[in-house]
């Protein structure tokens, strides 16, 4: 069964729109939480990433809110731009694992000028 | 910038075949992993190692032998290849764990083709 679960799998903006990907997960030990973003024919690389020790995290455009309680969080894009147009995918891992990371499926976002 | 080199970039074998797929970075990273990436999965997690020697198993190892014979160096087997293995495979690496240390960096990938 899927860990980290993400929704919608893919989101077609317009430039300056605010895009808001959803992911949830199963394990309550995960306690480390980033995302990936991945741009056609290149491989993932790391955006954002929170600790449950806070519920939201920002950095310029891109925004992480957590629900510890729900096992949900969201990463919103602010003023989306076309450059932004990119598989995201939602990520856990606990550290009594190790370094042991979860993927999810990913969204594939679209951003039309 | 972590350097992570995978080779071959491309692959094909036939059913049945031997494949090794190399992944070697130079950041003196204790952890290495390799993922395989399919359309509607994500990614998914195979071997991973936190050393020279060590082997973890992931989440869908089947098929599947990893041999890590250095710090550098991870290696992932395919002894007798079937087309379900035909994926795109990325070898990542990270420094440990504790916070900043958690950051994988990754290959550029190698697309397995099993005909």
């Known amino acids: 069964q899927q860990q980290v679960r993400q929704s919608p799998q893919s989101l077609t903006v317009w430039e300056g729109e605010t895009a808001i990907l959803n992911c949830s997960y199963e394990d309550s030990t995960f306690d480390y939480f980033p995302w990936y973003w991945q741009f056609p024919r290149e491989s993932p690389a790391l955006l954002i990433a929170?600790?449950?020790?806070?519920n939201k995290k920002e950095d310029g455009r891109f925004t992480i809110f957590f629900n510890k309680r729900e096992k949900k969080l969201s990463l919103h894009i602010t003023d989306s731009q076309p450059g932004d147009s990119a598989t995201y995918f939602c990520a856990a891992s606990a550290d009594s694992a190790g370094n042991k990371l979860t993927f999810g499926i990913g969204t594939r976002v679209l951003v039309r000028p | 910038e972590a350097a992570v080199t995978q080779s071959p970039r491309n692959k094909v074998t036939v059913t049945g075949g031997n494949v090794t797929l190399s992944c070697r970075q130079t950041?003196?990273?204790?952890?290495m992993y390799w993922y395989r990436q399919d359309t509607g999965h994500g990614l998914r997690l195979i071997h991973y190692s936190y050393g020279a020697g060590n082997l973890q198993i992931g989440d869908v190892p089947d098929g599947y032998k990893a041999t890590r014979t250095t710090q550098e160096d991870f290696f992932l087997l395919l002894e007798l290849a079937s087309p379900s293995q035909t994926s795109l495979y990325f070898c990542?690496?990270?420094?440990?764990?504790?916070?900043?240390?958690?950051?994988?960096?990754f290959g550029h990938g190698t697309k397995l083709s099993v005909l």
């Open positions: 929170i600790r449950p020790v806070s």
């Open positions: 950041n003196s990273h204790n952890y």
């Open positions: 990542a690496s990270s420094k440990g764990q504790g916070i900043s240390n958690e950051r994988l960096f």
